[in-house]
């Protein structure tokens, strides 16, 4: 089983950027679809991001559309999240998962069955 530990986290100012790292462990992650999810205080969990197992396509939540990049290092068997042009709104716990099976929308919490513990990222205005 993999195991993901999210890094990166921290406070900036809105307009900055702050990129996340979630290296894994315990097996290669070149199986598995990759995804970040984020929970903002009082919310449920939303889907951000996910990139196939090649890293030749990804899916974007559209409020991180055009600000967000999601890539892979599967030498590093780790993920990315560079987050730029942040928003107040973006503060979140944010969070990686993996999903081994490739069928499925990867929007969605239940396509995904390993989960790092969180990064806190916090925008002030």
């Known amino acids: 089983q993999v195991q993901l530990v999210e890094s990166g986290g921290g406070l900036v100012q809105a307009g900055g950027s702050l990129r996340l790292s979630c290296p894994a462990s315990?097996?290669?992650?070149?199986?598995?679809?990759m995804g970040w999810f984020r929970q903002a205080p009082g919310k449920e969990r939303e889907f951000v991001a996910c990139?196939?197992?090649?890293?030749?396509?990804?899916l974007y939540a559209d409020s991180v559309k055009d600000r967000f990049t999601i890539s892979r290092d599967d030498a590093k068997n780790t993920v990315y999240l560079q987050m730029n042009s942040l928003k107040p709104e973006d503060t979140a716990v944010y969070y990686c998962?993996?999903?081994?099976?490739?069928?499925?929308?990867?929007?969605?919490?239940?396509?995904?069955?390993?989960w790092g513990q969180g990064t806190q990222a916090t925008v002030s205005s």
């Open positions: 990139i196939s197992r090649s890293g030749s396509s990804a």
């Open positions: 315990g097996r290669t992650i070149s199986s598995y679809v």
């Open positions: 998962a993996a999903a081994p099976d490739p069928r499925g929308t990867f929007v969605v919490e239940t396509d995904y069955n390993v």
